[in-house]
């Protein structure tokens, strides 16, 4: 571990903090900041409107669940697919591995723009693309396996020393049996940091829950606060743009944020107390 | 209502939409429908369009077997991009109320909207009798047929802030027109130390239809293109005088290059700067004392022609039916019950935009424009606005006009003469034969 | 790394490919394909006719003065970028990477722009940034100097996205260089102290070399992320002031959805594609040659 000066450290973590709360801080308080004095530090007082102006517009509750749904739809199917891939990718040789990994690379540097007119083509001629519970199939399978988290299973696997595999197989282990008992267990933070980079592209998409849902009662919670916030003509929320557009958007990262807070003590543990010795 | 959202409207509207949300049922299907009945969909713009539509859509519902639903499409540029989408996924519903002219010669060429023409044999008649006859020929697509019902216009016009002016000991009650006239008020103004315009410079291709666009339409009095839509029309004195005049604004400052807003946060609706270029849908944005202290005037004309009427940008919106609809004669209905007399009269009055329509002043009488006195100039304009060029470039086109914009005017990078000719020779190329 | 592989268990290994494999034929490798065919096309997105064009889209891309612009503005994106992220990432990683009290708050904080929504963070930091009334600006007035033209000027603009992205993705960077610091052997930090270095040489001696790998990672991923910039300057810039922020996913968006040209989009995407594989395989086999 590097020790470094206490005071090296706080000061770079705070300076640091400080640029990072700070639009958050922002956004919160311009949210409840009266019409008119929007883009002030401090608020001569409260003024709730945009919230309530918000919850009146869109039917929340729904926009949540379909938000819910879509995300863990998306991270189940990354986790599931993208640890058996990146553990035949890491720990087993078949031949066209090496194609194999090359061609998940290569999804990734795909633009999404690229592949969305086909998709949506793709998903409108399957029935998927009306509002209905076929929703939730056009929402989640065109981004259902994460490459990203498919690259980090396998460094994670990769880095797990030869010598358990190699007591597994002596002792005449499968290779189901393997990864079940032995590199899952193992790779715990690689679940985590997984499902932290996959969770983040469904709860945030925009564009492609806009295109494939128009339907206020299907639609994820992050289309919802978009079009709310796009309202270019618009006098949403009485005549106060920024009020309305950072009440959505603190409406947006509340959920993930308390998220990320009660899931970061198993999250910490598994990075920091946790993590494999090289 | 989202505009006058007084306290108890509020409750109500959130008490129904909580009721709605939470219930079991969801899918929009409106209210009392028998179950498996077709529901016909109407896309919308967000915000208060959507919900003036909306309240249209209740009404119809009440009186009719077939029940329609509306739905929000995101306000601004957004929701053009994903109409093409969603035609070429054959995901479009019946109707689509807020098409814009710059896309209307695709859609009418991509067999993605009904021809309107050959479906309703009324359909040219109603047009006729709801616009007139010119506005039936100016939208008649290159087949000759109709593909699109123009519905709204909002004359681009300059609102002033009178009691600015006053302060920079300008008349408030008579604003400029000619170039020379705008120049020295907004050097005035600036000499007050008061910020004389406030107009976006964001690249995106629909800002210039609120800026240099209507002040070329108004020299040149004709489109960026030749009658056939074949070749460039504005490499000409008017197209140079007009982003010269612009080139001047920004070179002395009086419009900062600066990203300023558009409606609610725009310098002019919180009294911060003199003069606005916007539509009659700026006025509910207004707020406070601005919405006291405006005028408006005529966008800035060369001073050679100083005289007779000044025409600007119309920016006309359309109603189309897609051809994916499931119940064509309903959605033909169903859009000229949207554009009735009445219910045109009550989007004026709701909207603060203008409908279509020839007999408008009379259906909502004189005691409203007293009312509404800013309204007046808006609607005595539409007798001579011009919309965009009904080219299946012309987002293209504007796109090129609008980086000639941002080199020539608003960083005065190369001279407006020699930035035209390059954005007419890319043009030329682009809807050449 | 320990010695010879051994290869008693691969029959059947790829089984465990095969979920991938079908997830890839059907969203990935098919639309794929659709987007080619397009782009040998004059495939307008809505037009009726749509003429075989061959290699036409392509040859006029490599002609087109606003791709190659899109392009350099990518590098000098990733000139900012890069740097930016790896000086940042890695002073909060080494200054995260210990017990201390606060160490949680710290971690959300750093974490909370990842896990915000792209538009919401585009579209406050567009406020921010503005020239006349952002916050920023006004700050600097306060402290006596004068505003900066953050998003309205040619030279400035595609840096400010660069630092807004940085800023946006730092967290999670933070935490594959926390994850990369767990896999430094604690016995050569210890000999390093035994021999008396101080902490800025174990620094450079001993944890920077150790992060090498996550070095690479986080590299490689920024550098897609880069090619990618997409939301900021839609929502910021519009790609303007004269282009300045015109990024290639941009302008194959604004081809494809508003100028409905889905042909030229889709060979945008392509090439697009194909030089960050370029990138970023030059850029391993760079990392790799200085790490083995």
């Not at chain 1, 000061?11 to 311009?30: E, R």
């Not at chain 1, 998709?119 to 989640?140: C, H, K, N, Q």
């Not at chain 2, 959605?331 to 009269?345: C, I, P, R």
């Not at chain 3, 767990?182 to 001696?205: C, K, N, Y």
């Given at each position: 571990?590097?020790?470094i000066?206490?005071?090296?450290?706080?000061?770079?973590?705070?300076?640091?903090?400080?640029?990072?709360?700070?639009?958050?801080?922002?956004?919160?308080?311009?949210?409840?900041?009266?019409?008119?004095?929007?883009?002030?530090?401090?608020?001569?007082?409260?003024d709730?409107?945009?919230?309530?102006?918000?919850?009146?517009?869109?039917p929340?509750s729904?926009?949540?669940?379909?938000?819910?749904?879509y995300?863990?739809?998306?991270?189940?199917?990354?986790?599931?697919?993208?640890?058996?891939?990146?553990?035949a990718?890491a720990?087993?040789?078949?031949r066209?591995r090496?194609?194999?990994?090359?061609?998940?690379?290569?999804?990734?540097?795909?633009?999404?723009?690229?592949?969305?007119v086909?998709?949506?083509?793709?998903?409108?001629?399957?029935?998927w693309?009306?509002?209905?519970?076929?929703?939730?199939?056009?929402?989640?399978?065109?981004?259902?396996?994460?490459?990203?988290?498919?690259?980090?299973?396998?460094?994670?696997?990769?880095?797990?020393?030869?010598?358990?595999?190699?007591?597994?197989?002596?002792?005449?282990?499968?290779?189901?049996?393997?990864?079940?008992?032995?590199?899952?267990?193992?790779?715990?933070?690689?679940?985590?940091?997984?499902?932290?980079?996959?969770?983040?592209?469904?709860?945030?998409?925009?564009?492609?829950?806009?295109?494939?849902?128009?339907?206020?009662?299907?639609?994820?919670?992050?289309v919802?606060?978009?079009?709310?916030?796009?309202?270019?003509?618009?006098?949403?929320?009485?005549?106060?743009?920024?009020?309305?557009?950072?009440?959505?958007?603190?409406?947006l990262?509340?959920?993930v944020?308390?998220?990320?807070?009660?899931?970061?003590?198993?999250?910490?543990?598994?990075?920091?107390?946790?993590?494999?010795?090289? | 209502?989202?505009?006058n959202?007084?306290?108890?409207?509020?409750v109500?509207?959130?008490?129904?939409?909580?009721?709605?949300?939470?219930?079991?049922e969801?899918g929009?299907?409106?209210?009392?429908?028998?179950?498996?009945?077709?529901?016909l969909?109407?896309?919308?713009?967000?915000?208060t369009?959507?919900?003036f539509?909306?309240?249209?859509?209740?009404?119809?519902?009440?009186?009719?077997?077939?029940?329609?639903?509306?739905?929000?499409?995101?306000?601004?540029?957004?929701?053009?991009d994903?109409?093409?989408?969603?035609?070429a996924?054959?995901?479009?519903?019946?109707?689509?109320i807020?098409?814009?002219t710059?896309?209307?010669?695709s859609?009418?060429?991509?067999?993605?909207?009904?021809?309107?023409?050959?479906?309703?044999?009324?359909?040219?008649?109603?047009?006729?009798?709801?616009?007139?006859?010119?506005?039936?020929?100016?939208?008649?697509?290159?087949?000759?047929?109709?593909?699109?019902?123009?519905?709204?216009?909002?004359p681009?016009?300059?609102?002033?802030?009178?009691?600015?002016l006053k302060?920079?000991?300008?008349?408030?009650?008579?604003?400029?027109?000619?170039?020379?006239?705008?120049?020295?008020a907004?050097?005035?103004?600036?000499v007050?130390?008061?910020?004389?315009?406030?107009?976006s410079?964001?690249?995106t291709?629909?800002h210039?239809?609120?800026?240099?666009?209507?002040?070329?339409l108004?020299?040149?009095k004709?489109?960026?293109?030749?009658?056939?839509?074949d070749?460039?029309?504005?490499?000409e004195?008017?197209?140079?005088?007009?982003?010269?005049?612009?080139?001047?604004?920004?070179?002395?400052?009086?419009?900062?290059?600066?990203?300023a807003?558009?409606?609610?946060?725009?310098?002019?609706?919180?009294?911060?700067?003199?003069?606005?270029?916007?539509?009659?849908?700026?006025?509910?944005?207004?707020?406070?004392?601005?919405?006291?202290?405006?005028?408006?005037?005529?966008?800035?004309?060369p001073?050679?022609?100083?005289?007779?009427p000044?025409?600007?940008y119309?920016?006309?919106?359309h109603?189309?039916?897609?051809?994916?609809?499931?119940?064509?004669s309903?959605?033909?209905?169903?859009?000229?019950f949207?554009l009735?007399?009445?219910?045109?009269?009550?989007?004026?009055?709701?909207?603060?935009?203008?409908?279509l329509r020839?007999?408008?002043?009379?259906?909502?009488?004189?005691?409203?424009?007293?009312d509404?006195?800013?309204?007046?100039?808006?609607?005595?304009?539409?007798?001579?606005?011009?919309?965009?060029?009904?080219s299946?470039?012309?987002?293209?086109?504007?796109?090129?006009?609008?980086?000639?914009?941002?080199?020539a005017?608003?960083?005065?990078?190369?001279?407006?003469?020699?930035?035209?000719?390059?954005?007419?020779?890319?043009?030329d190329?682009?809807?050449?034969? | 790394?320990?010695g010879?592989?051994h290869?008693?268990?691969?029959?059947?290994?790829?089984?465990?490919?095969?979920?991938?494999?079908?997830?890839?034929?059907t969203?990935?490798?098919y639309?794929?394909?659709?987007?080619?065919?397009?782009?040998?096309?004059?495939?307008g997105l809505?037009?009726?006719?749509?003429?075989?064009?061959?290699?036409?889209?392509?040859l006029?891309?490599?002609?087109?003065p606003l791709?190659?612009?899109?392009?350099?503005?990518?590098?000098?994106?990733?000139?900012?970028?890069l740097?930016?992220?790896?000086?940042?990432g890695?002073?909060?990683?080494?200054?995260l990477?210990?017990?201390?009290p606060?160490?949680?708050?710290?971690?959300?904080?750093?974490?909370?722009?990842?896990?915000?929504s792209?538009?919401?963070?585009?579209?406050?930091?567009?406020?921010?940034?503005?020239?006349?009334?952002?916050i920023?600006?006004?700050?600097?007035?306060?402290?006596?100097?004068?505003?900066?033209?953050?998003?309205t000027?040619?030279?400035?603009?595609?840096p400010?996205?660069?630092?807004?992205?940085?800023?946006?993705?730092?967290g999670?960077?933070?935490?594959?260089?926390?994850?990369?610091?767990q896999?430094?052997?604690?016995?050569?930090?210890?000999?390093?102290?035994?021999?008396g270095?101080?902490?800025?040489?174990?620094?450079?001696?001993?944890?920077?070399?150790?992060?090498?790998?996550?070095?690479?990672?986080?590299?490689?991923l920024?550098?897609?992320?880069?090619f990618?910039?997409?939301?900021?300057?839609?929502?910021?810039?519009?790609?303007?002031?004269?282009?300045?922020?015109?990024?290639p996913?941009l302008?194959?968006y604004?081809?494809?959805?508003?100028?409905?040209?889905?042909?030229?989009?889709?060979?945008?995407?392509?090439?697009?594609?194909?030089v960050?594989?370029?990138?970023?395989?030059?850029?391993?086999?760079?990392?790799e040659?200085?790490?083995?």
């Amino acid at each position: 571990m590097t020790r470094i000066p206490r005071i090296v450290r706080y000061t770079i973590l705070t300076l640091g903090g400080l640029i990072f709360l700070f639009p958050f801080y922002f956004m919160i308080i311009t949210s409840v900041s009266p019409p008119g004095s929007t883009g002030s530090l401090v608020p001569p007082s409260l003024d709730f409107s945009t919230w309530t102006f918000i919850f009146a517009e869109l039917p929340i509750s729904w926009n949540l669940l379909n938000s819910v749904v879509y995300t863990l739809g998306v991270v189940a199917i990354t986790l599931a697919i993208g640890s058996i891939t990146g553990y035949a990718l890491a720990r087993l040789s078949f031949r066209g591995r090496d194609t194999l990994f090359a061609v998940i690379l290569f999804t990734l540097a795909l633009p999404f723009q690229l592949l969305m007119v086909p998709l949506f083509i793709m998903v409108s001629d399957w029935g998927w693309a009306r509002p209905g519970p076929e929703t939730y199939l056009a929402l989640i399978f065109p981004m259902a396996v994460n490459a990203t988290a498919i690259i980090i299973f396998r460094q994670f696997f990769r880095g797990l020393p030869q010598e358990l595999f190699d007591a597994a197989y002596l002792d005449g282990a499968g290779n189901l049996r393997i990864l079940w008992k032995i590199a899952i267990p193992l790779t715990r933070p690689a679940f985590l940091i997984a499902t932290l980079i996959t969770f983040i592209g469904p709860w945030n998409d925009f564009l492609w829950g806009l295109l494939v849902v128009r339907d206020t009662y299907w639609q994820p919670l992050s289309v919802a606060v978009g079009i709310l916030g796009s309202g270019a003509h618009a006098t949403a929320g009485g005549g106060n743009y920024w009020g309305t557009v950072t009440a959505a958007s603190t409406l947006l990262a509340v959920p993930v944020i308390v998220l990320f807070v009660a899931f970061q003590r198993y999250f910490v543990r598994g990075v920091i107390e946790d993590g494999i010795k090289g | 209502m989202w505009i006058n959202r007084k306290s108890v409207a509020a409750v109500a509207v959130a008490g129904s939409l909580t009721i709605a949300g939470c219930s079991a049922e969801r899918g929009g299907a409106p209210a009392g429908q028998p179950a498996g009945a077709q529901t016909l969909t109407i896309w919308a713009p967000a915000g208060t369009e959507g919900d003036f539509v909306r309240k249209v859509v209740e009404k119809w519902n009440a009186g009719h077997e077939t029940k329609f639903v509306a739905q929000d499409l995101p306000a601004a540029t957004a929701s053009e991009d994903g109409i093409a989408a969603a035609v070429a996924a054959k995901s479009t519903p019946e109707l689509f109320i807020g098409a814009s002219t710059a896309q209307s010669p695709s859609l009418a060429e991509s067999g993605g909207v009904l021809n309107l023409s050959k479906e309703f044999p009324d359909a040219e008649s109603f047009v006729t009798q709801r616009s007139g006859q010119a506005i039936l020929d100016n939208y008649r697509a290159a087949d000759g047929s109709l593909y699109v019902v123009p519905w709204r216009t909002n004359p681009v016009m300059v609102f002033h802030n009178k009691a600015l002016l006053k302060k920079a000991g300008l008349d408030a009650e008579k604003p400029p027109a000619t170039y020379s006239e705008y120049l020295a008020a907004f050097k005035a103004l600036k000499v007050a130390g008061i910020a004389p315009i406030a107009q976006s410079i964001d690249q995106t291709w629909w800002h210039r239809n609120f800026d240099w666009y209507p002040t070329y339409l108004a020299a040149a009095k004709h489109g960026l293109l030749s009658e056939k839509v074949d070749a460039s029309a504005f490499n000409e004195q008017a197209g140079v005088e007009s982003m010269t005049f612009w080139r001047e604004v920004f070179a002395k400052g009086y419009n900062a290059r600066s990203s300023a807003g558009l409606d609610d946060t725009n310098p002019f609706n919180q009294g911060k700067s003199a003069f606005y270029f916007s539509g009659p849908w700026n006025i509910p944005s207004m707020t406070g004392p601005v919405a006291k202290q405006a005028g408006v005037g005529t966008v800035p004309v060369p001073d050679a022609k100083a005289t007779g009427p000044v025409t600007t940008y119309g920016d006309i919106k359309h109603v189309v039916i897609f051809a994916t609809a499931k119940n064509k004669s309903a959605s033909w209905e169903f859009v000229k019950f949207y554009l009735n007399a009445e219910n045109d009269a009550a989007f004026l009055s709701e909207m603060k935009q203008i409908p279509l329509r020839t007999t408008l002043a009379d259906d909502v009488g004189e005691a409203f424009f007293k009312d509404n006195p800013l309204l007046v100039p808006f609607v005595e304009q539409t007798g001579s606005v011009l919309d965009l060029d009904l080219s299946t470039k012309t987002i293209d086109v504007l796109t090129t006009l609008s980086t000639a914009y941002q080199s020539a005017a608003i960083y005065g990078r190369q001279p407006v003469a020699e930035a035209l000719k390059q954005a007419a020779d890319q043009v030329d190329q682009l809807v050449g034969k | 790394m320990g010695g010879k592989r051994h290869k008693p268990h691969n029959r059947g290994s790829w089984l465990y490919t095969l979920p991938y494999a079908i997830f890839f034929l059907t969203f990935v490798a098919y639309p794929l394909g659709f987007a080619i065919y397009m782009s040998l096309h004059e495939w307008g997105l809505i037009s009726a006719e749509r003429p075989w064009v061959g290699p036409g889209n392509f040859l006029t891309l490599f002609r087109d003065p606003l791709f190659l612009t899109s392009l350099a503005n990518t590098l000098l994106y990733l000139a900012v970028n890069l740097p930016l992220t790896l000086v940042c990432g890695i002073a909060l990683a080494v200054a995260l990477n210990a017990s201390f009290p606060g160490r949680a708050f710290f971690r959300t904080v750093y974490f909370l722009p990842y896990v915000t929504s792209t538009v919401v963070v585009a579209l406050l930091w567009k406020w921010m940034l503005s020239t006349d009334d952002g916050i920023l600006n006004g700050f600097l007035r306060t402290l006596g100097f004068d505003g900066l033209p953050w998003l309205t000027s040619t030279w400035l603009a595609m840096p400010s996205i660069a630092v807004v992205v940085a800023w946006k993705s730092l967290g999670f960077y933070v935490l594959l260089f926390l994850g990369g610091l767990q896999t430094i052997p604690r016995s050569l930090e210890e000999a390093a102290v035994t021999d008396g270095a101080t902490w800025w040489q174990r620094f450079l001696h001993v944890t920077l070399p150790g992060l090498r790998p996550a070095i690479a990672l986080v590299i490689a991923l920024s550098t897609i992320t880069g090619f990618q910039v997409f939301a900021e300057p839609y929502l910021m810039t519009g790609g303007g002031p004269l282009n300045s922020t015109m990024t290639p996913v941009l302008y194959l968006y604004q081809k494809g959805f508003q100028s409905l040209d889905f042909g030229y989009a889709a060979a945008i995407g392509i090439v697009v594609a194909l030089v960050v594989v370029a990138v970023v395989l030059l850029q391993r086999r760079f990392l790799e040659e200085r790490t083995t």
